[in-house]
């Protein structure tokens, strides 16, 4: 059993950063692989990015390539999600999960555990 909670979302204007964090209770957090989705008003909850157990491989939604960065330090059970140059289409609620799969990924199915949320707003 894994428990996650996010910390750092907020409100910030747009080119602002933020800083999301994760921190995930239990001892082998270090063998799961952990993303983070986000679900925008009306829409469905997407992936954002993910990142191996070992921090090997990292992958990431189109839309966020190049401006957000997924980084996890094993020793301290914790995530992070540095979102540079924020948009306001980056508006929504952010959610840590945690997978024990190494297959289909991008898909929310693929995750055994949830975060319960973190709003970020970026206002225009």
């Known amino acids: 059993q894994v428990q996650l909670v996010e910390s750092g979302g907020g409100l910030v204007q747009a080119g602002g950063s933020l800083r999301l964090s994760c921190a995930a209770s239990g001892r082998t957090f270090s063998r799961y692989v952990m993303g983070w989705f986000r679900q925008a008003p009306g829409k469905e909850r997407s992936l954002v990015a993910f990142?191996?157990?070992?921090?090997?491989?990292?992958d990431y939604a189109d839309s966020v390539k190049g401006r957000f960065t997924i980084s996890r330090d094993n020793a301290k059970n914790t995530v992070y999600l540095q979102m540079n140059s924020l948009k306001p289409e980056d508006t929504g609620v952010y959610y840590c999960?945690?997978?024990?799969?190494?297959?289909?990924?991008?898909?929310?199915?693929?995750?055994?555990?949830w975060g319960q949320g973190t709003q970020v707003t970026v206002s225009s």
């Open positions: 999960a945690a997978s024990t799969s190494y297959g289909m990924l991008q898909l929310q199915s693929a995750y055994d555990y």
């Open positions: 990142i191996s157990p070992s921090r090997a491989y990292t």
